[in-house]
C-alpha cells in the first residue's frame, strides 16, 4: 500500500490543489492529514472541504482548534492569533464542528499520526534528537507521522534518535524500527525552500519519498493581501521561512 501524507496545509488552497494533482491518485491508496488545515492562508473552507473528501485520517492541530474555538490563542503570536480569528468568521458551522471533532491522536497498526509529538500532540515541536528521545516512551506504534514545525525531518531511533537526510526524490529506507517523520508543510514551508511539501510512504518497500511542489505563490499572496491577512505572513511564502 502508498499513503500519502500532508501536514500544514494552512488554507493554502493552491499549494494543496499543486500537491493533490502532484499524487497521482491511481497510485496512492490513502492519504493522511497531520493537521493544521486552516491558519494563515486565504482559503479555509476549500481546504477543509478538499482534505475531507480525499484524507482517510486526520488530526487536529493547534491552528484547527484555535479556529474552531476549542483552544485560546494566547500563545499564539499577534499575527497568528488574528488569522485565526479571521480563519473563523469564514467558515461554516460544519466545518467548525469538523475542526473541534478531529482527534489529537490516531493508531493505525504500525502508524501514529499526530500533529506536534506522541507526549503533545498540540504543542510540541520535534525538531532535536533530544526532544526525539523524550518522546520514545510516548510513542504507541514504530512510527509516527508528524506536522507542526514545517521542516521535513526524519528521526531513526532505538534507544536513542538520530537524525536522517531527508532530501527531496531520494528514497529513504525505513530499515530500522522506531522512527519519527515530518513530511514538512503544503502550505507554509520553513525550510527554505517555497515548494509545498509532502510524503508517500510504501509499505511494500518501506521507503519513504519526499516530494516538492511548485505552485503559484504570488496569486496566493495577491489573495491574503486582499483579505487583508497580516503583512508577514504573506512575505514569508516567498522566503519559505
Ligand atoms: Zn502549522
Redesign the pocket.
Known sequence: MKYAVL??V?ANLAALEAVMKDIDHGKVDELWCL??LV??GPDPAECINLIRQYCSFCVA???DWAAAGKISTEYFNPEAAYAARWTTTKLAEDDIQYLAMLPLKINLENFSLV?GSPREPIWEYVLSTNVAEENLRFLETSCCFL??S?VPLVFECQDSCTLRRFEVDVPLNLSVKRLFVNPG?VG?PRDRDTRASYAIFDNNTNQIVLYKVPYDISAVQRRMAAAALPRSLIERLKYGA
Open positions: 501536514a500544514d494552512h493537521g493544521d491558519g494563515y492541530g493547534n491552528h500533529h506536522g507542526h514545517h508543510s507554509q
